[in-house]
């Protein structure tokens, strides 16, 4: 089926002409274009602020005219993640998307629709002549992804909205009401290279299979890191004087890694008993997480030595330093049932060409703890020798139960779907805590379409959730004070 026949068709067409358009983080100059060219065709007042935020207004239909305007927020920016069989350059080419049951789905990449149905159901709302709705501001954010870079940019005074509706909620029984904040944590360091010795033989180590997902979101399931997992086989190698010549895990900080792929030179009498070794353990960890992640894979193949290979100093300071610095949960919520409330995903790690560099993302949705996590890190990774730099800092969203917009989105959920949402703080960064500082009296909550997979190719979207989640926002809009 195509996607553009799909129901509502407004809003399918619309998240079919954003995939057109290559929409990377940091690189969405393309869709700042085309976002600016849809309001303009339409009519309507469109800008960009000086960060590249593009603003729509609409105004009231008759009979709304007296209600509070409403700002509906998404971001423009998406997650690319291939797998590493896939030929795609992201650049260049549109996600090519295909519909399997009641899935849309992307052909080996990730689909975009965190956040694009959120922008999509905006659009549909922007160009509609027959939906009746209070005065419309849409805010599109970019670069959501890797560093909120506009929605901390957004200047106080901009937005006119009383209301503020995020679509960017990945469940669609749940009504978002805070949020994580997150830190990047980045440790670097050199070492020196070491000519390959003769006669050593020559092994490459590749993990692939596993799952990925939402180092915040997905952080709680236990799925396997790629990082991590490489580790312990690394770890096993300092008994034979094992080097390391090259190491490449994960990609983005805010995707659990998925795959690993690590080579290196080893003396020839060791390769048997390593050999043997490796497969035991290996066996042992696909036994551990044969229920998170049964596609895993690792496989050794002896491949040509290298040239060069690492220091044994900074080799065993970096195995040590993975091998005892935090992933995955730290700490669950004690005041919100079943939340995490303070994580850390191993996101990246690099080494080549005489530096090493090991790229995290720290969560929590108490700042203090986030900090508290973010120092324990510091620490391992300098007393491996690294220089250790924070960025990227942004907070997290306070919780208000007595929320005006809440009462009506949940009475509103209640009427039409005739049971109760769940009301929920995500471990996730929302833009709303970033936001909410310059517009401290907005009153805001999120939602969405139900999106599994986010950040990896497995990404997929419920068709039958995005007519619930449109039949909810357009009842949302009628309901508004």
Known sequence: MNIDQLEPKSV???????????????????VIAFMLGFGNELGLETFSDAIGNVIIRKPATSGMEGKKMITLQSHLDMVHQKNADTQFDFDVQGIDMF?????????????GADNGMGVAAIMALLESDSISHP??????????????????GLEGGILKGEILLNLDTEEDDEIDIGCAGGIDITA???????????GDAGLQITIKGLKG?????????????????????????????????SLEGGSLRNAIPRESTCQLNIGRKHVAEVVTKFNALADAIKAELKVQEPNLTI???????????????????????????????????????NLVETSNNIA??????GKITVACLTRSSVDSAKLDLANSLRSVFELGGFDVKYSGAY???????????????????????????????????????????????????????TILGAHSPDERVSISSVQKFWKLLLEILKNTN
Not at 136 to 149: H, K, P, Q, S, W
Not at 215 to 229: T, V, W
Not at 417 to 444: R, S, T
């Open 12 to 30: 399918w067409s619309n998240f079919s002409k954003l995939n057109a358009v290559p929409r990377p983080s940091k690189k969405e100059e393309r």
């Open 99 to 111: 519909v399997d049951g009641d899935w849309v789905k992307a052909r080996g990449t990730t689909l």
């Open 135 to 152: 005065a419309l501001e849409a805010l599109f954010t970019i670069d959501e992804e890797t560093g909120m870079t506009g929605a901390f």
């Open 188 to 198: 670097t360091r050199s070492y020196n290279k070491k000519p390959g010795t003769h």
């Open 213 to 245: 997902g939402h180092s915040g979101m997905d952080i709680h399931k236990g799925l396997g890191n790629a990082n991590k997992i490489m580790n312990r086989l690394l770890y096993l190698g300092l008994d034979y004087n094992m080097r390391i010549s």
């Open 299 to 337: 496989n050794l193949e002896e491949v040509k030595p290298a040239k060069e290979v690492m220091g044994l100093g900074a080799q065993g300071k970096l195995i040590k330093a993975i091998y005892a610095a935090h992933n995955g949960v730290y700490a669950i919520s004690a005041s919100i049932e």
């Open 348 to 353: 990246r790690i690099l080494v080549k060409d």
């Open 395 to 449: 907070p997290g969203w306070n919780p208000n139960p007595d929320s005006k917009i809440l009462s009506i989105t949940k009475n509103t959920y209640i009427n039409l779907f005739k049971e109760e949402p769940k009301v929920i703080a995500c471990h996730a960064g929302l833009e709303c805590g970033i936001l909410g500082q310059n517009y401290p009296e907005i009153d805001m909550v999120s939602f969405g379409p």
